[in-house]
């Protein structure tokens, strides 16, 4: 099993331009989420999933849109990126609370 | 809003020597749990603590969550070069995890 994998591992984006970041999970779980982490401020949440089909926001939502189209996979977009969204995106999948992290994906906005 | 406080934020210690790191908030949570999570790499579970006043070991990690399951408390004993990482405590709200902002451990040889 891969568990949770996330494309692109870096990505430079210039203000104004949009991108599609790709989290897939092999483990079936129905619960997915998209964190973001800064220096000094852990995790947040920027948007999560009950189930295939479903979204909800999370703590730090604004600037971002996600789709659930299929169970295994959760898709974060960026439409105007901002150098303030500039930080490391993880994904991760859970199963009875616990959840399982994809490696990260460092994104810089110039 | 649920919130959780780490404590500290930093610390630097020598290899062998004892530390604690506080996990604190004024709200109540089923569950807490304990991450920590390398350079370059997502979090990794390290353990869940359900029940009000419960302590779990890990090797030399010990976990407690306070009696009132607002707090808990990471001691690790002899601390190893190893043991370097940053430790996150989350706590289960409603249908999604909340995360203290972490705390940055460094062991030096």
């Known amino acids: 099993n891969a568990g949770v994998t996330q494309t692109p591992k870096f990505r430079v984006l210039k203000t104004g331009q949009s991108m599609t970041l790709l989290c897939a999970q092999d483990?079936?779980?129905?619960?997915m989420y998209w964190y973001r982490q800064d220096p000094g401020m852990g995790l947040r949440l920027i948007h999560y999933?009950?189930?295939?089909?479903?979204?909800a926001k999370g703590e730090v939502p604004d600037g971002y849109n996600v789709s659930r189209l299929k169970k295994q996979n959760f898709l974060l977009g960026l439409e105007s990126a901002a150098p303030s969204q500039t930080s490391v995106y993880f994904c991760?999948?859970?199963?009875?609370?616990?959840?399982?992290f994809g490696p990260g994906t460092r994104l810089t906005v110039l | 809003t649920q919130l959780l406080e780490q404590s500290p934020q930093f610390l630097s210690i020598q290899e062998g020597e004892n530390l604690t790191v506080y996990c604190n908030s004024s709200?109540?949570?089923?569950?807490l749990q304990w991450y920590r999570q390398e350079p370059g790499e997502g979090p990794v579970l390290l353990v869940t603590?359900?029940?009000?006043?419960e302590v779990k070991k890990l090797k030399r990690l010990t976990f407690q969550f306070g009696d009132a399951r607002k707090d808990s408390s990471l001691h690790i004993t002899a601390a190893q070069p190893g043991d370097t990482g940053l430790y996150l405590c989350?706590?289960?709200?409603?249908?999604?995890?909340?995360f203290g902002q972490g705390t940055r451990l460094t062991i030096n040889p």
């Open positions: 709200s109540v949570f089923s569950s």
């Open positions: 999933s009950v189930g295939e089909g479903t979204t």
């Open positions: 991760a999948s859970s199963y009875s609370w616990r959840q399982f």
């Open positions: 483990m079936n779980h129905e619960y």
């Open positions: 603590v359900v029940t009000g006043g």
């Open positions: 989350a706590g289960q709200g409603a249908q999604k995890l909340v």
